[in-house]
């Protein structure tokens, strides 16, 4: 087992992806990193490219033929991780929501304290989010409530996207299993750890929104989350649930 692959799938992030992996390159502690670019318009492959010769042995690149959702990209990155013999495996925006230094938070979580999976969280100490309007604020508080809820996981911040998984996890879940593409997959990761007992723990982050770039978010994204956690829920009482 090596040490920690960051997972971070990329369209149009020309803006961010260069200043993102220097930051994350230059933190005391070590990280490789995977770039996850679905045939982004912006060139952000050509630029992951031209800096992989500098950072040759810790930056790789995955190039997609087009824009196939949020979920396969984490997927397809951890199946690489897991091929490649990382032991710690890291989800991160490219975009500067989540700060890099965290990384290393995330990572002492599960290393040193002993937990398998380590989730940054923005509300477990109330809200912790930079320059979003205060209507975008409460639909994800009370989306990361409602999904608490249904669910019964005693996790505040459960759309999170910063996450540290220990590969014990994501070899347990059957990755071609996962239903959601979007940013319900968050949710589904979150949970099928959860019926597995793996120990998991929040991590106080501060979320900034994106200041360059477009987001991502959709009203159809919004959808699969909301409805899909339902189904996902009643699926899983019955024995036939796969993790």
């Known amino acids: 087992m090596t040490g920690a692959l960051v997972v971070v799938p990329t369209y149009n992030e020309i803006e961010n ?17 995977l770039v996850v670019d679905d045939n ?23 190039e997609r033929e087009g824009k196939l959702g949020l979920g396969t990209a984490y997927i397809e990155g951890f199946k690489w991780a897991l091929e490649n013999g990382y032991r710690f495996i890291f989800e991160m925006d490219a975009d500067f929501s989540h700060n890099p230094n965290d990384l290393i938070r995330l990572y002492n979580a599960c290393e040193r304290e002993g937990n398998d999976m380590s989730i940054g969280s ?4 109330g809200v ?12 994800s508080w009370m989306a990361s409530k409602y999904v ?5 996981m005693n996790i505040y911040d459960t759309t999170a996207g910063f996450v540290c998984y220990h590969h014990s996890v994501l070899e347990k879940i059957d990755l071609d299993k996962i239903q959601f593409v979007g940013y319900a ?10 019926l597995s ?15 360059k770039g477009e987001s991502k978010m959709s009203a159809g994204i919004i959808s699969e989350a909301i409805f899909g956690v339902i189904s996902m829920k009643l699926k899983s009482l019955f024995k036939t649930y796969e993790i």
């Open 128 to 139: 912790n989010v930079v320059n979003w309007p205060m209507s975008r604020v409460l639909m």
């Open 148 to 152: 608490r809820w249904i669910t019964g």
């Open 40 to 62: 982004s318009p912006d060139l952000t492959a050509l630029k992951v490219k031209e800096l992989s010769k500098e950072f040759q042995g810790k930056l790789f690149l995955i």
């Open 185 to 194: 997959f968050q949710i589904e990761m979150k949970f099928k750890a959860y």
């Open 122 to 125: 923005r509300y477990k100490t």
């Open 197 to 211: 007992k793996f120990k998991i723990v929040e991590v106080p982050v501060v979320f900034t929104d994106r200041t």
């Open 17 to 33: 992806i260069e200043k993102l992996l220097r930051n994350v390159f230059a933190l005391q502690r070590s990280f490789h990193v």
